[in-house]
Protein backbone atom coordinates (compact mmCIF):
# COMPACT_ATOMS: atom_id res chain seq x y z
CA UNK A 1 0.00 0.00 0.00
CA UNK A 2 2.39 3.01 -1.11
CA UNK A 3 1.06 6.58 -2.15
CA UNK A 4 3.72 9.03 -3.99
CA UNK A 5 3.62 12.51 -3.06
CA UNK A 6 5.62 15.63 -4.60
CA UNK A 7 5.48 18.74 -2.71
CA UNK A 8 6.87 21.80 -4.74
CA UNK A 9 10.01 19.66 -6.54
CA UNK A 10 12.02 21.46 -9.00
CA UNK A 11 15.36 20.20 -10.28
CA UNK A 12 17.81 21.98 -12.24
CA UNK A 13 20.82 21.10 -14.31
CA UNK A 14 23.50 24.45 -13.94
CA UNK A 15 21.09 26.75 -14.82
CA UNK A 16 18.58 25.28 -17.18
CA UNK A 17 15.22 24.12 -14.92
CA UNK A 18 14.33 20.32 -16.03
CA UNK A 19 11.85 20.46 -14.09
CA UNK A 20 9.77 23.49 -11.78
CA UNK A 21 7.37 23.49 -9.38
CA UNK A 22 6.24 20.14 -9.58
CA UNK A 23 3.00 19.37 -6.95
CA UNK A 24 1.12 15.86 -7.41
CA UNK A 25 0.01 13.36 -5.76
CA UNK A 26 -0.44 9.64 -6.81
CA UNK A 27 -3.00 7.10 -5.12
CA UNK A 28 -2.01 3.77 -3.97
CA UNK A 29 -2.36 0.78 -6.53
CA UNK A 30 -2.79 3.62 -9.54
CA UNK A 31 -1.04 3.68 -12.84
CA UNK A 32 -0.24 7.05 -13.42
CA UNK A 33 1.57 7.38 -17.09
CA UNK A 34 4.05 11.01 -17.02
CA UNK A 35 3.37 11.91 -21.01
CA UNK A 36 5.32 14.93 -22.89
CA UNK A 37 7.19 16.18 -25.37
CA UNK A 38 10.96 14.82 -25.79
CA UNK A 39 12.99 16.93 -22.95
CA UNK A 40 9.75 17.87 -21.02
CA UNK A 41 11.14 16.54 -17.56
CA UNK A 42 9.15 12.74 -17.21
CA UNK A 43 12.57 10.99 -16.55
CA UNK A 44 13.97 13.49 -14.80
CA UNK A 45 11.07 13.27 -12.41
CA UNK A 46 10.49 9.98 -12.08
CA UNK A 47 14.34 9.20 -11.90
CA UNK A 48 14.17 11.63 -8.62
CA UNK A 49 11.41 9.48 -7.35
CA UNK A 50 14.24 6.30 -7.83
CA UNK A 51 16.81 8.35 -5.80
CA UNK A 52 18.62 8.73 -8.88
CA UNK A 53 18.58 12.48 -9.02
CA UNK A 54 18.37 14.65 -6.01
CA UNK A 55 15.73 17.74 -5.97
CA UNK A 56 17.35 20.88 -6.22
CA UNK A 57 14.22 22.44 -4.38
CA UNK A 58 10.78 20.70 -2.68
CA UNK A 59 9.85 16.84 -1.10
CA UNK A 60 8.96 13.76 -2.17
CA UNK A 61 7.32 10.93 -0.14
CA UNK A 62 6.17 7.68 -0.30
CA UNK A 63 3.23 7.54 2.34
CA UNK A 64 4.21 9.60 4.69
CA UNK A 65 8.05 8.60 4.68
CA UNK A 66 10.14 11.48 3.46
CA UNK A 67 12.61 9.78 0.33
CA UNK A 68 13.63 12.81 -0.88
CA UNK A 69 17.54 12.18 0.16
CA UNK A 70 17.23 8.74 0.97
CA UNK A 71 19.63 6.37 -1.24
CA UNK A 72 17.52 4.34 -4.18
CA UNK A 73 17.99 1.08 -2.52
CA UNK A 74 16.38 2.22 0.82
CA UNK A 75 13.20 3.09 -1.07
CA UNK A 76 11.86 0.14 -2.23
CA UNK A 77 11.34 0.73 -5.09
CA UNK A 78 11.49 -1.04 -8.91
CA UNK A 79 12.40 0.74 -11.97
CA UNK A 80 12.06 -0.88 -15.84
CA UNK A 81 14.38 0.84 -18.62
CA UNK A 82 13.74 0.95 -22.19
CA UNK A 83 17.09 -1.13 -22.82
CA UNK A 84 15.81 -3.90 -20.10
CA UNK A 85 19.45 -3.95 -19.01
CA UNK A 86 19.93 -7.53 -18.10
CA UNK A 87 22.83 -9.32 -17.78
CA UNK A 88 23.61 -11.11 -21.05
CA UNK A 89 25.66 -14.00 -19.96
CA UNK A 90 23.16 -14.70 -17.51
CA UNK A 91 20.02 -17.50 -17.94
CA UNK A 92 16.36 -15.99 -17.55
CA UNK A 93 16.13 -18.16 -14.47
CA UNK A 94 19.19 -16.61 -13.38
CA UNK A 95 18.76 -13.29 -14.31
CA UNK A 96 15.39 -13.40 -11.71
CA UNK A 97 17.34 -14.96 -9.30
CA UNK A 98 20.31 -12.24 -9.01
CA UNK A 99 18.92 -9.49 -7.03
CA UNK A 100 17.38 -11.89 -4.41
CA UNK A 101 20.35 -13.96 -3.99
CA UNK A 102 22.77 -11.35 -3.68
CA UNK A 103 20.76 -9.78 -0.87
CA UNK A 104 21.08 -13.57 0.54
CA UNK A 105 17.61 -14.53 0.80
CA UNK A 106 16.84 -18.20 1.02
CA UNK A 107 17.49 -20.66 -1.93
CA UNK A 108 14.22 -22.29 -1.55
CA UNK A 109 12.59 -19.15 -1.03
CA UNK A 110 13.86 -17.88 -4.26
CA UNK A 111 13.29 -20.92 -6.20
CA UNK A 112 9.66 -20.64 -5.64
CA UNK A 113 9.45 -17.05 -6.28
CA UNK A 114 11.13 -17.16 -9.50
CA UNK A 115 8.22 -19.94 -10.57
CA UNK A 116 5.67 -17.76 -9.16
CA UNK A 117 7.10 -14.88 -11.57
CA UNK A 118 8.01 -16.24 -14.58
CA UNK A 119 4.20 -18.07 -14.43
CA UNK A 120 2.80 -14.08 -14.05
CA UNK A 121 5.07 -12.92 -16.79
CA UNK A 122 4.60 -16.40 -19.21
CA UNK A 123 8.22 -17.14 -19.24
CA UNK A 124 8.16 -20.72 -18.07
CA UNK A 125 9.48 -22.20 -20.47
CA UNK A 126 11.99 -20.03 -21.28
CA UNK A 127 13.92 -20.09 -17.78
CA UNK A 128 16.91 -22.05 -19.48
CA UNK A 129 17.55 -19.33 -22.55
CA UNK A 130 20.27 -16.74 -22.28
CA UNK A 131 18.87 -12.82 -23.36
CA UNK A 132 20.57 -13.06 -26.84
CA UNK A 133 17.87 -16.70 -27.34
CA UNK A 134 14.68 -14.30 -26.94
CA UNK A 135 12.33 -11.91 -29.03
CA UNK A 136 12.48 -8.00 -27.92
CA UNK A 137 9.34 -8.93 -26.11
CA UNK A 138 10.47 -11.69 -24.26
CA UNK A 139 13.62 -9.29 -22.96
CA UNK A 140 10.96 -6.84 -21.70
CA UNK A 141 9.11 -9.63 -19.83
CA UNK A 142 12.55 -10.27 -18.08
CA UNK A 143 12.93 -7.10 -17.08
CA UNK A 144 9.27 -7.15 -15.89
CA UNK A 145 9.86 -10.32 -14.14
CA UNK A 146 13.11 -8.78 -12.66
CA UNK A 147 11.19 -5.83 -11.21
CA UNK A 148 8.41 -7.84 -9.87
CA UNK A 149 10.25 -10.17 -8.13
CA UNK A 150 11.26 -7.93 -5.07
CA UNK A 151 7.47 -7.42 -4.66
CA UNK A 152 8.42 -3.77 -4.22
CA UNK A 153 6.63 -0.31 -2.94
CA UNK A 154 6.25 0.89 -5.97
CA UNK A 155 7.34 0.07 -10.27
CA UNK A 156 8.49 2.85 -11.89
CA UNK A 157 8.88 2.05 -15.91
CA UNK A 158 10.58 4.33 -18.44
CA UNK A 159 9.60 3.77 -21.88
CA UNK A 160 9.64 0.27 -21.25
CA UNK A 161 8.36 -0.52 -25.06
CA UNK A 162 9.97 1.89 -27.19
CA UNK A 163 12.35 -0.68 -28.78
CA UNK A 164 9.85 -2.78 -29.61
CA UNK A 165 7.68 -3.37 -33.29
CA UNK A 166 4.26 -1.61 -33.41
CA UNK A 167 2.15 -4.85 -33.39
CA UNK A 168 4.73 -6.49 -30.20
CA UNK A 169 4.07 -3.04 -28.43
CA UNK A 170 0.29 -2.72 -28.80
CA UNK A 171 0.25 -6.28 -26.78
CA UNK A 172 2.71 -5.82 -24.83
CA UNK A 173 0.12 -2.85 -23.66
CA UNK A 174 -2.21 -5.04 -22.69
CA UNK A 175 -0.12 -7.20 -20.89
CA UNK A 176 1.80 -4.53 -18.74
CA UNK A 177 -2.13 -3.43 -17.42
CA UNK A 178 -3.31 -6.57 -16.62
CA UNK A 179 -0.07 -7.23 -14.73
CA UNK A 180 -0.23 -4.08 -13.11
CA UNK A 181 -4.40 -4.83 -12.09
CA UNK A 182 -3.30 -8.42 -10.90
CA UNK A 183 -0.98 -7.25 -8.53
CA UNK A 184 -2.33 -3.55 -7.46
CA UNK A 185 1.40 -1.91 -7.21
CA UNK A 186 1.28 1.50 -7.37
CA UNK A 187 3.13 2.36 -10.97
CA UNK A 188 4.58 5.14 -12.43
CA UNK A 189 5.02 4.77 -16.28
CA UNK A 190 6.75 7.52 -18.59
CA UNK A 191 5.92 7.48 -22.25
CA UNK A 192 5.71 9.99 -25.26
CA UNK A 193 3.14 8.08 -27.12
CA UNK A 194 -0.23 9.46 -25.92
CA UNK A 195 -1.55 6.24 -27.22
CA UNK A 196 -0.04 4.94 -24.90
CA UNK A 197 -0.81 6.76 -22.17
CA UNK A 198 -4.63 7.17 -23.37
CA UNK A 199 -4.63 3.05 -23.07
CA UNK A 200 -3.05 2.45 -19.78
CA UNK A 201 -3.17 5.13 -17.66
CA UNK A 202 -5.75 5.23 -15.07
CA UNK A 203 -4.53 8.63 -14.74
CA UNK A 204 -1.91 10.69 -17.01
CA UNK A 205 -0.16 13.71 -16.05
CA UNK A 206 0.91 15.85 -19.06
CA UNK A 207 4.39 17.72 -19.08
CA UNK A 208 5.45 20.48 -20.94
CA UNK A 209 9.12 22.09 -20.43
CA UNK A 210 9.68 20.76 -16.63
CA UNK A 211 5.47 21.71 -15.48
CA UNK A 212 2.56 19.44 -15.57
CA UNK A 213 -0.12 20.98 -17.69
CA UNK A 214 -2.98 18.41 -16.35
CA UNK A 215 -3.72 15.33 -14.20
CA UNK A 216 -6.67 13.50 -14.86
CA UNK A 217 -8.65 10.72 -16.82
CA UNK A 218 -8.35 9.45 -20.12
CA UNK A 219 -11.76 10.62 -20.63
CA UNK A 220 -11.12 14.05 -19.27
CA UNK A 221 -7.99 14.60 -20.79
CA UNK A 222 -9.86 13.96 -23.95
CA UNK A 223 -13.32 15.78 -23.46
CA UNK A 224 -12.39 18.61 -21.14
CA UNK A 225 -8.50 19.32 -21.51
CA UNK A 226 -7.70 22.43 -19.63
CA UNK A 227 -5.65 23.95 -21.96
CA UNK A 228 -4.70 24.53 -25.38
CA UNK A 229 -1.63 22.32 -25.29
CA UNK A 230 -3.37 19.57 -23.75
CA UNK A 231 -5.74 19.49 -26.16
CA UNK A 232 -4.08 19.50 -29.58
CA UNK A 233 -1.12 17.07 -27.67
CA UNK A 234 -3.73 14.08 -26.70
CA UNK A 235 -6.02 12.92 -30.04
CA UNK A 236 -5.32 11.98 -33.13
CA UNK A 237 -5.75 13.33 -35.43
CA UNK A 238 -5.02 16.59 -33.89
CA UNK A 239 -7.58 18.83 -32.45
CA UNK A 240 -8.66 22.03 -35.07
CA UNK A 241 -7.78 25.37 -33.50
CA UNK A 242 -9.44 27.88 -34.98
CA UNK A 243 -9.70 32.04 -34.27
CA UNK A 244 -12.94 32.96 -33.36
CA UNK A 245 -14.92 35.64 -31.73
CA UNK A 246 -17.10 35.79 -28.56
CA UNK A 247 -19.76 38.08 -27.20
CA UNK A 248 -21.14 37.99 -23.88
CA UNK A 249 -25.29 37.87 -23.86
CA UNK A 250 -27.71 37.53 -20.69
CA UNK A 251 -27.06 33.85 -19.59
CA UNK A 252 -25.06 33.33 -23.23
CA UNK A 253 -22.07 34.09 -24.98
CA UNK A 254 -22.39 34.41 -28.99
CA UNK A 255 -19.63 32.65 -31.05
CA UNK A 256 -18.50 33.44 -34.46
CA UNK A 257 -15.94 30.92 -36.15
CA UNK A 258 -15.17 31.29 -39.71
CA UNK A 259 -18.69 32.74 -40.31
CA UNK A 260 -20.61 30.09 -38.27
CA UNK A 261 -22.80 31.96 -35.67
CA UNK A 262 -24.20 30.00 -32.75
CA UNK A 263 -24.55 30.12 -28.94
CA UNK A 264 -23.28 28.65 -25.90
CA UNK A 265 -24.71 28.81 -21.91
CA UNK A 266 -22.34 31.00 -19.75
CA UNK A 267 -18.74 30.66 -19.36
CA UNK A 268 -17.61 30.04 -16.03
CA UNK A 269 -14.81 32.45 -16.30
CA UNK A 270 -12.40 33.82 -13.20
CA UNK A 271 -12.16 36.76 -15.10
CA UNK A 272 -15.57 39.08 -15.19
CA UNK A 273 -15.27 39.51 -19.20
CA UNK A 274 -14.19 36.81 -20.95
CA UNK A 275 -11.69 37.99 -23.94
CA UNK A 276 -13.33 39.26 -27.95
CA UNK A 277 -10.58 37.00 -29.56
CA UNK A 278 -10.63 33.61 -29.11
CA UNK A 279 -9.84 30.34 -30.24
CA UNK A 280 -12.43 27.49 -31.17
CA UNK A 281 -11.20 23.94 -30.79
CA UNK A 282 -12.89 21.28 -32.76
CA UNK A 283 -11.75 17.56 -32.54
CA UNK A 284 -11.52 15.95 -36.54
CA UNK A 285 -14.08 13.18 -35.07
CA UNK A 286 -16.44 15.65 -34.14
CA UNK A 287 -17.11 17.49 -37.79
CA UNK A 288 -19.28 15.23 -39.70
CA UNK A 289 -20.46 14.96 -43.38
CA UNK A 290 -23.57 16.03 -44.49
CA UNK A 291 -25.41 13.12 -44.38
CA UNK A 292 -23.87 11.15 -42.07
CA UNK A 293 -24.05 13.78 -39.10
CA UNK A 294 -26.39 13.07 -36.17
CA UNK A 295 -29.12 14.81 -35.49
CA UNK A 296 -28.04 17.00 -32.73
CA UNK A 297 -25.38 18.64 -35.04
CA UNK A 298 -26.81 21.28 -36.02
CA UNK A 299 -24.15 23.95 -36.77
CA UNK A 300 -22.83 24.10 -39.94
CA UNK A 301 -19.29 25.19 -41.70
CA UNK A 302 -18.79 25.57 -45.50
CA UNK A 303 -15.95 25.45 -47.31
CA UNK A 304 -13.34 23.91 -50.56
CA UNK A 305 -12.04 20.54 -50.23
CA UNK A 306 -8.11 20.89 -50.84
CA UNK A 307 -6.77 17.25 -49.69
CA UNK A 308 -8.17 13.77 -49.45
CA UNK A 309 -6.51 10.96 -48.02
CA UNK A 310 -7.92 7.54 -47.96
CA UNK A 311 -6.97 4.69 -46.02
CA UNK A 312 -9.81 2.08 -46.83
CA UNK A 313 -12.21 2.00 -43.88
CA UNK A 314 -12.16 6.33 -43.53
CA UNK A 315 -11.04 9.27 -45.40
CA UNK A 316 -9.25 12.28 -44.26
CA UNK A 317 -10.00 15.71 -45.57
CA UNK A 318 -8.69 19.03 -45.32
CA UNK A 319 -11.51 21.65 -46.29
CA UNK A 320 -10.01 25.55 -46.49
CA UNK A 321 -12.66 27.49 -44.49
CA UNK A 322 -11.80 31.60 -45.15
CA UNK A 323 -8.61 31.16 -45.64
CA UNK A 324 -7.85 28.30 -42.78
CA UNK A 325 -7.82 24.45 -43.02
CA UNK A 326 -10.17 22.70 -41.44
CA UNK A 327 -9.50 18.98 -40.68
CA UNK A 328 -11.98 16.00 -40.45
CA UNK A 329 -12.71 12.31 -40.47
CA UNK A 330 -15.03 11.23 -42.76
CA UNK A 331 -16.17 7.23 -43.41
CA UNK A 332 -14.09 5.95 -46.99
CA UNK A 333 -17.25 5.39 -49.58
CA UNK A 334 -18.28 9.18 -49.32
CA UNK A 335 -17.77 10.69 -52.40
CA UNK A 336 -16.19 14.09 -53.02
CA UNK A 337 -13.05 14.85 -54.56
CA UNK A 338 -10.71 17.92 -54.62
CA UNK A 339 -12.37 21.53 -55.67
CA UNK A 340 -15.88 19.90 -54.25
CA UNK A 341 -17.83 22.76 -52.04
CA UNK A 342 -18.97 20.87 -49.18
CA UNK A 343 -20.79 21.50 -45.73
CA UNK A 344 -19.33 20.15 -42.21
CA UNK A 345 -21.42 19.95 -39.08
CA UNK A 346 -20.62 19.88 -35.71
CA UNK A 347 -22.42 20.06 -32.49
CA UNK A 348 -21.82 22.97 -30.72
CA UNK A 349 -21.50 20.90 -27.59
CA UNK A 350 -18.27 19.51 -28.89
CA UNK A 351 -16.61 22.77 -29.46
CA UNK A 352 -13.78 23.77 -26.74
CA UNK A 353 -12.88 27.33 -26.28
CA UNK A 354 -9.66 28.55 -25.24
CA UNK A 355 -7.86 32.11 -24.30
CA UNK A 356 -5.91 32.73 -27.52
CA UNK A 357 -3.30 34.20 -25.88
CA UNK A 358 -2.78 31.90 -22.33
CA UNK A 359 -4.50 29.21 -23.73
CA UNK A 360 -6.24 28.42 -20.83
CA UNK A 361 -9.30 26.53 -21.61
CA UNK A 362 -12.79 28.92 -21.09
CA UNK A 363 -15.28 26.65 -20.79
P1 LIG B 1 12.75 12.10 -23.27
O1 LIG B 1 11.39 11.58 -23.62
O2 LIG B 1 13.51 12.58 -24.47
O3 LIG B 1 13.54 11.18 -22.39
P2 LIG B 1 12.04 13.65 -20.95
O4 LIG B 1 10.74 14.35 -20.93
O5 LIG B 1 12.14 12.39 -20.21
O6 LIG B 1 12.50 13.44 -22.45
P3 LIG B 1 14.22 14.55 -19.34
O7 LIG B 1 15.11 13.39 -19.68
O8 LIG B 1 13.60 14.56 -18.00
O9 LIG B 1 13.10 14.70 -20.45
O10 LIG B 1 15.06 15.88 -19.55
C1 LIG B 1 14.52 17.16 -19.27
C2 LIG B 1 15.56 18.19 -19.67
O11 LIG B 1 16.65 18.16 -18.76
C3 LIG B 1 16.14 17.99 -21.06
O12 LIG B 1 16.30 19.23 -21.69
C4 LIG B 1 17.49 17.35 -20.78
O13 LIG B 1 18.42 17.68 -21.79
C5 LIG B 1 17.86 17.94 -19.44
N1 LIG B 1 18.70 17.03 -18.67
C6 LIG B 1 18.34 15.81 -18.22
N2 LIG B 1 19.33 15.24 -17.52
C7 LIG B 1 20.37 16.13 -17.53
C8 LIG B 1 21.69 16.13 -16.97
N3 LIG B 1 22.15 15.11 -16.24
N4 LIG B 1 22.45 17.23 -17.18
C9 LIG B 1 21.98 18.27 -17.90
N5 LIG B 1 20.75 18.34 -18.43
C10 LIG B 1 19.96 17.28 -18.26
Redesign the pocket.
Known amino acids: MTTIRFEKVSKS??D?N?VQDLNLEIKDGEFMVFV?P????????LRMLAGLETPTYGRIYLDNDDVTLAAPGKRDVAMVFQSYALYPHMTVRKNLAFGPEVRGEPKAAIAKRVEQVSELVGLQSLLHRRPSELSGGQRQRVALGRAMIREPRIFLLD?PLSNLDAALRTHMRTEISELQRKLGVTTVY?T?DQVEAMTMGHRIAV?SHGRILQVDTPARLYGAPANKSVATFIGSPKMNILPARLAPGAGHVTVNCLGTVFTLPSLSLTSALPPEMIELGIRPDDIHWTKDAPSRCTEKMSGTVISLETTGSETFVIVDIQGVEVNSRFPSFVQIKIGDQVDLLFDRSDVHLFDATSGDSLR
Open positions: FGYAGSGCGKTTTEVHF
